[in-house]
Structures are given as C-alpha cells and as structure tokens.
C-alpha cells in the first residue's frame, strides 16, 4: 500500500500542527534537537463506553514514516512564513537542517488487529528528539481515527452474531480520506466487503453493492426495473424492495426470482431500507419461504448500529444481512478516540536514559515514564491480564503484581505457571529502516478475529463490560511514584 503516493501524489510532512515546528525549530536553537527521545503513543478510556478497543492505521504510519521527508515545495512553504514584526518565522540554517532530516527512528507497535486497553503502549518511537516531535499529530491522526472505526465495526458485528455485515459508508464519511482509512479500518473490525470501490482497488477489500431507489424510479413499474437489473446481473440479484411498498416490492422480487430459476439462476436476496424493519423483514420471510425461496437473504440497512441490530435480534427479525453506513464510519456516537503522545525518556549527557513524568491534578493523565513494553498473559486460549514494564527489567518471575496505573488500590497477582505470554510491541522500524513484513489485509482482519476470541464475552457486551486488567509491573508503578513526587517536591516525610 502506498496510500500517501497514490492518492495524494505528495509530501505530506507538513500534515503537522504548527507547534510542532516552533518547538522543533526551539529545539535546533537550543542544541537539542539530536537528543535521543522516547515518545510513546496511548489512550486513556475505551471508547464506545465498551471494553476495549481494536488497534488500526500502523500500515498508514508505515508508509508516513517511509515517505517522511520535507520536499522542496514545503521548504519554500516555511521559508516564506514570516512573523508579526515581519521577520522570518524559521532562520535559514533550519531550513537547511530540515531539507536535509531523513527518517532514522526506532519504532516498536502492537500489530493491527489486536485488542487493546487504556495506558498500553501502541506505539513507541525512540530517536532524535526533533523528529520524534514532528511525527505526533500525524501518528496520532492515523491510530486515532482508524483504530476508532475498526472498535466501532467489532461492536457492530458481534451484535450482528455470525451475519455478515457490510460497510455502506462513503457517501457520509468525513471526506476523501476519511471514506477510504474508515473502509479499511471497517474490514480490519470484521465486516465482509465495502460499497467503497476505490477502497476495494487501493486495498484489496471485497467490494457489494446493489441498487438504489433511483433505479426502480427510472422504470415505468418496479416489476419492470427488477426484470431488466436480473437481465444485467443474473448471477448476483438482490432487490430493494421498499420504494413504494415493501409487501408488493417483495411480490415482485419473488415474480422475478421464479423468472431467474426458469433460466437456471437463482435470486440473492432482497434489501429493506425503511420503515419497521423488524415486521418487514419476517413478513418477507414468510413470503420467501411460501414461494420457495428459504435461501434467499433478507439485507436490511437504514442507519443501523450495535445497539439498533441488537434490538432487531432480541425481536426476532429475519435479517441475514446488515448494511451499516454513517453510524459506522462517522464513529456517530464518538467522534474521537483521543489517544495522546507523550515523552517517557531522554538520554542525558553521559549516556543514560532519564524517565520523564506529566504530572497532573487528575491521577487519569499522569503519564507513564520510561522506556515501556507490555506482555500479555494467557491460559488455554483466554487473555487474562496485560502488564506494563520497563525494557531491561528480569521477566523469569514466577510470579507479579500488577497495579492499576489509575487506582493503585487496584492489583492483580500473576502467577505465570503454565501461562502463555505475548509481547504485545513488535519492532517496526531500526535506525530509519522497514524490518517488518506488514501482513496484507486479509491477514489483518484474521488476526483480529483471533485477537477478539481472546476475550470473554464480558468483557465485550455493549452495557457496563466487565474490565479487563491492565497494571504496571511493581518497579514501573514505584519508579512513577517516586518521579511524581519529585516533581511535586514532595518527599514522603
């Protein structure tokens, strides 16, 4: 995939809010832009109200990363950026330092398609100080929005309990991109194809779509558009039935089926996209199935969710398919996942790497310092708890305590006897340089069903989900604790 090349056919190092260039052009000033940084990138609360979130976009930030360079055009952007008093906003020399920048970072994230929780690392970034800066709001751009949209389709298919879901979204998406990276993000959440068809071309995704009303409306008759659109699709004939009049439109969709079985071709299915959806759909059942249909699918659409399909099964409705659009890609009952990026570590003078802590008034956004990994536990195929540690700490214990990184009244003893244990970082980038094979999407959405088996069902149902725990390995929890403290000058006397 080559998303930033083929579509947009130019740089895109200046998608970046204009205080990371004052604070990387402060840091060259300072003689700290070379410093060796590590950022990592988290969120803080599952969205959704749910249980967890399904992490999506690291192949978009593979490309970003790949391609991040200031080209010419952007350079003359910034060389003619001037202050209130007139003057340069950047000196020349930076100029010349960011024509000159090329990507060299460490990078380590979870691979999408896994399931992830508050405070784990998705990403760690691990090099010059000036590009781990620049890189923020694109990296938290792509995780955000992506993995939003890949939680928002788990949800809606687990709902959907077995049926497939198809993503109908483009036409209310948030623009260009955010039609395409919503798509992509939908198919790594579960769903079976996209109406996007240029997502289907960039990205391989299985592309569906039928008609819409302004088909049966261009025809004198529906009986009449349901004829010639069997004629230009014989092998794939689903019909909207719900122009004029959903009981008569499902008459003259089985009319046409019998026409097609004459002529050795059978009928898919018929689509509702209106009125009581839950009464249509069994109505349509009984019809099918009296006039010798029982295989064809009822597809209902009609902005449709988690909560709304849900609601649909427990009446009992005859839908075998569900088309869900706005409310999927537009995340309609969370806009934002709101994932930060925050130093953890610098490395001082003589070589050694220093944590680094955010303290604030709301224990929530105290940030974990240090350079971070997680590991998680498993026992016969069922996660059971996640830890947080720092690189370079002894993992032969038999046995840890987990603490929660917001209520340290909160802990988990591990005992890791016959536990399965998973890595969660993988290495994505050394020194500048690709070292991960990115799986194709097909691989991906796999992973993520495999990922989802993980977890119980309590920890995925829509109301109050049971919490799934994640803590800080003991030397983490006390390293932060004491950094917090210093910061506060508070010495525990």
């Known amino acids: 995939m080559k998303i930033t090349k083929d579509l947009y056919r130019g740089s895109l190092t200046l998608l970046t809010d204009f205080y990371q260039l004052t604070m990387a052009y402060a840091y060259w000033k300072s003689g700290k832009a070379e410093e060796e940084a590590v950022f990592n990138l988290f969120f803080r609360k599952n969205p959704f109200q749910g249980g967890y979130t399904l992490a999506a976009g690291l192949d978009y930030i593979i490309d970003f990363c790949s391609n991040f360079k200031f080209e010419q055009d952007d350079l003359k952007y910034l060389k003619e950026m001037r202050n209130a008093d007139?003057?340069?906003?950047?000196?020349?020399?930076?100029?010349?330092?960011?024509?000159?920048?090329?990507?060299?970072?460490?990078?380590?994230?979870?691979?999408?398609?896994?399931?992830?929780?508050?405070?784990?690392?998705?990403?760690?970034?691990?090099?010059?100080?000036?590009?781990?800066?620049?890189?923020?709001?694109?990296?938290?751009?792509?995780?955000?929005?992506?993995?939003?949209?890949?939680?928002?389709?788990?949800?809606?298919?687990?709902?959907?309990?077995?049926?497939?879901?198809?993503?109908?979204?483009?036409?209310?998406?948030?623009?260009?991109?955010?039609?395409?990276?919503?798509?992509?993000?939908?198919?790594?959440?579960?769903?079976?194809?996209?109406?996007?068809?240029?997502?289907?071309?960039?990205?391989?995704?299985?592309?569906?779509?039928?008609?819409?009303?302004?088909?049966?409306?261009?025809?004198?008759?529906?009986?009449?558009?349901?004829?010639?659109?069997?004629?230009?699709?014989p092998d794939k004939c689903v019909f909207l039935v719900d122009t004029y009049d959903t009981i008569n439109g499902v008459r003259n969709a089985i009319e046409v089926g019998k026409l097609l079985r004459e002529s050795g071709k059978e009928m898919i299915g018929v689509r509702i996209d209106s009125g009581d959806l839950a009464y249509y759909s069994n109505i349509a059942r009984e019809m099918l199935d009296a006039a010798g249909f029982p295989d064809v699918k009822i597809v209902a659409s009609n902005d449709l969710d988690e909560q709304i399909i849900t609601s649909l099964k427990m009446q009992e409705a005859s839908i075998n398919v569900w088309g869900v659009g706005t409310k999927l890609v537009t995340a309609y009952d969370q806009p934002a996942l709101g994932a930060v990026y925050k130093l953890a570590a610098i490395k001082n003078d003589k070589g050694e790497w220093e944590p680094k802590v955010k303290v604030s008034q709301q224990s929530i956004k105290i940030n974990i310092p240090g350079i971070q990994n997680a590991i998680r536990f498993s026992k016969n195929g069922k996660a059971i708890a996640d830890m947080i540690y720092l690189e370079g700490e002894d993992l032969t214990s038999a046995q840890y305590i987990i603490i929660d990184p917001v209520d340290p009244t909160k802990r988990k003893k591990i005992n890791t006897i016959g536990l399965d244990e998973e890595f969660l970082l993988k290495p994505i980038f050394i020194n500048g340089q690709k070292v991960y094979e990115s799986p194709d999407i097909h691989q991906i959405k796999k992973n993520s069903e495999r990922n989802l088996a993980l977890f119980d069902k309590a920890h995925k149902r829509f109301v109050n989900p049971h919490i799934y725990p994640v803590g800080l390995e003991e030397k983490l929890y006390e390293l932060r604790t004491q950094l917090v403290f210093k910061m506060k000058n508070y010495d525990g006397a």
């Open 86 to 233: 007139g003057s340069a906003t950047f000196e020349p020399a930076f100029i010349d330092y960011l024509q000159s920048m090329e990507f060299s970072c460490d990078m380590e994230a979870v691979e999408e398609g896994t399931v992830v929780f508050p405070h784990l690392p998705l990403l760690r970034i691990k090099g010059p100080l000036v590009q781990c800066q620049l890189l923020e709001t694109p990296l938290l751009n792509i995780i955000n929005f992506q993995t939003l949209i890949a939680t928002k389709a788990a949800r809606i298919v687990y709902a959907a309990k077995g049926d497939a879901v198809l993503e109908f979204g483009l036409r209310r998406a948030q623009g260009i991109d955010g039609a395409l990276a919503a798509s992509r993000a939908a198919y790594i959440g579960g769903c079976a194809s996209t109406s996007n068809v240029m997502a289907g071309k960039l990205f391989g995704i299985p592309v569906s779509g039928t008609h819409a009303h302004s088909w049966i409306m261009s025809f004198d008759t529906e009986l009449e558009a349901f004829k010639a659109y069997a004629e230009a699709f």
